[in-house]
T-cell receptor, first 111, second 118 residues
Framework: TQLLEQSPQFLSIQEGENLTVYCNSS?????LQWYRQEPGEGPVLLVTVVTGGEVKKLKRLTFQFGDARKDSSLHITAAQTGDTGLYLCAGAPDYGQNFVFGPGTRLSVLP | EPEVTQTPSHQVTQMGQEVILRCVPI?????FYWYRQILGQKVEFLVS????????KSEIFDDQFSVERPDGSNFTLKIRSTKLEDSAMYFC????????????????FGNGTRLTVT
């Protein structure tokens, strides 16, 4: 069974601060995705990373896939209250479509 | 933008009863999934479905669970005899064909059905 770990589990910061959250595994994934989930809603895709070492930017969010395709990070610059939510990483194994989710990082950005 | 829709949004049932959770995936998608999320816990894979059959299932998806695509649009999850521990949010998701840049297409989730078993 391929497992994903995320850290930190909880993060509370002030608006304007920068933060990084991590997603780690001992397994290799063909692709890794980041989702954000708000209470009472399903996860919403933020980004997919595919190539080892890949960096993708989405406005203030920067995603990196590790060289070995076992880990990923999400960096948020100048956090805003609207960034509050549960950030989930999900990995797909080399073969097949089954996605494994990490437990998530619950981010709270305070005004 | 097309979306995955799930009904009902909330279902309350008594232990031992059968429930059917319904999903309408995005129309041109080919892969369909059920995930569940127990309150405060991680999103857990239940089952994937492709070409009118189960392609993969987890240990959670035991004989009490079944899935069906009864027509060209609906995708259902049936729990035959609910248990208290089945209480969770159940999410349906769908994906299209893999893209040129990725073997795995992103999951598009519905907003879930909150199942409460009393």
């Amino acid at each position: 069974t391929q497992l994903l770990e995320q850290s930190p589990q909880f993060l509370s910061i002030q608006e304007g601060e920068n933060l990084t959250v991590y997603c780690n595994s001992s397994s290799v994934f063909s692709s890794l995705q980041w989702y954000r989930q708000e209470p009472g809603e399903g996860p919403v895709l933020l980004v997919t990373v595919v190539t080892g070492g890949e960096v993708k930017k989405l406005k203030r969010l920067t995603f990196q896939f590790g060289d070995a395709r076992k880990d990923s990070s999400l960096h948020i610059t100048a956090a805003q209250t609207g960034d509050t939510g549960l950030y989930l990483c999900a990995g797909a194994p080399d073969y097949g479509q089954n996605f494994v989710f990490g437990p998530g990082t619950r981010l709270s950005v305070l005004p | 933008e097309p979306e995955v829709t799930q009904t009902p949004s909330h279902q309350v049932t008594q232990m031992g009863q059968e429930v059917i959770l319904r999903c309408v995936p995005i129309s041109n998608h080919l892969y369909f999934y059920w995930y569940r999320q127990i309150l405060g816990q991680k999103v857990e894979f239940l089952v994937s479905f492709y070409n009118n059959e189960i392609s993969e299932k987890s240990e959670i998806f035991d004989d009490q669970f079944s899935v069906e695509r009864p027509d060209g649009s609906n995708f259902t999850l049936k729990i035959r005899s609910t248990k208290l521990e089945d209480s969770a949010m159940y999410f349906c998701a769908s994906t299209g064909l893999p893209t040129l840049s990725s073997y795995n297409s992103p999951l598009h989730f519905g907003n879930g059905t909150r199942l409460t078993v009393t």
